[in-house]
């Protein structure tokens, strides 16, 4: 039953849609769950959720298993939510922009303001209390549970022409973003002009100049080597960016309840490890950029943080959006003091 190339993807994938509908409420009691990740074998993300896998398999005897395709093999993020949705992929990791194309009540956590830092995000989107409705509000719509998430850590800016001291230095300027419309408009109030591309297109669009500037964190400038063709990376530090868990809700209902405690169980030690491994995976990411000819400009950050405040009230336009935004910014150790 088990995959081993990832180029027996395709016909995994119609062999799995052929037999997604027999699933019943709590009875399943063991299935291969396959992985759409969009990130190297060497990421934190791809490590954390191998030893989700190894811990479920361990714990289930082998009846669970979850194989990680990496490197966009299952699809880039927009293709794997579709995925997920019809039951042909089991999981993903998706970014949070690309919920939000799904659901607007994301953005709450999805702006530039929203999380002061890495251990703050991590407090609020494990917390029920803020986000419980949102996580499950795609299931009616698009059969798709949100189970949590990973840090992207903080996002900067970088180019293929020089540092940017301040938005000026990005005027005009091809910058590549995420696929929404909120990242567009980031992109704008920076003053440069936004081309949304998916993540692996990146490298060649920066390396041809279709695109001038991306934006990212250290781990996937170094992971993805955009080193290599956008070698100023200026510390902006514009977003806490946020990676969902998404799995397909019929397969995550069909599990036995006692299978359900073990995978929740994995969830949580995966998340913990990518929280341990980040600080030192980004450590290392500067140093290989940096051994490979990046630069990393020390910018003032505060000027972007400025630029990037309005849209808040721009994006955010219901009552339901407002809550889920104001109780993250509560859970903020700045809003504590
Ligand atoms: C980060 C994030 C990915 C996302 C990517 C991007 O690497 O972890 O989920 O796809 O940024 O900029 O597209």
Known sequence: RRLTTAAAAGLVLTALAACSPSL????????????????TESHPSY????????????????????????????????EAMQLVSDGSVEM??????QLENLNRDFIALNLPT?????????????????????????????NVTVLGGFTQ?????????????????????????????LNVAMAQALGASATPMAYGELYTGLQSGVVDAAENNEVSYASQRHFEVAPHWSS??????????????????SMTEEDRAVFDEGWELARAEHVELWLQATQDAVATAEAGGATFHDVDDEVFFEALEPLADRFLTTDEQWAIYDAARAASAESAD
């Open 24 to 39: 019943e409420p709590g009875t399943n009691e063991g299935d291969v769950l396959h992985l759409a990740l969009n990130q």
């Open 236 to 253: 902006t530090n514009h977003l806490v960016g946020l990676d969902y868990m998404i799995i397909n809700t019929d397969m995550l209902a």
């Open 47 to 78: 490590i954390a959720l191998t030893a989700w896998g190894d811990h479920l398999e361990e714990q289930t005897d082998g009846r669970w298993s979850i194989d990680v395709y990496a490197n966009e093999t299952l699809g880039a993020q927009a």
């Open 153 to 181: 850590g903080s996002r900067s800016v970088y180019t293929t022409y020089g540092p940017v001291e301040t938005p000026a230095d990005l005027a005009g300027q091809k910058l590549r973003v995420q696929e929404s419309e």
């Open 92 to 97: 993903a990791i998706v970014s949070g922009p």
């Open 114 to 142: 929203t999380f002061d830092d890495i251990d703050h995000q991590m407090r609020v989107v494990h917390d029920p209390a803020i986000v419980g409705d949102l996580y499950t509000s795609l299931e009616e719509t698009n």
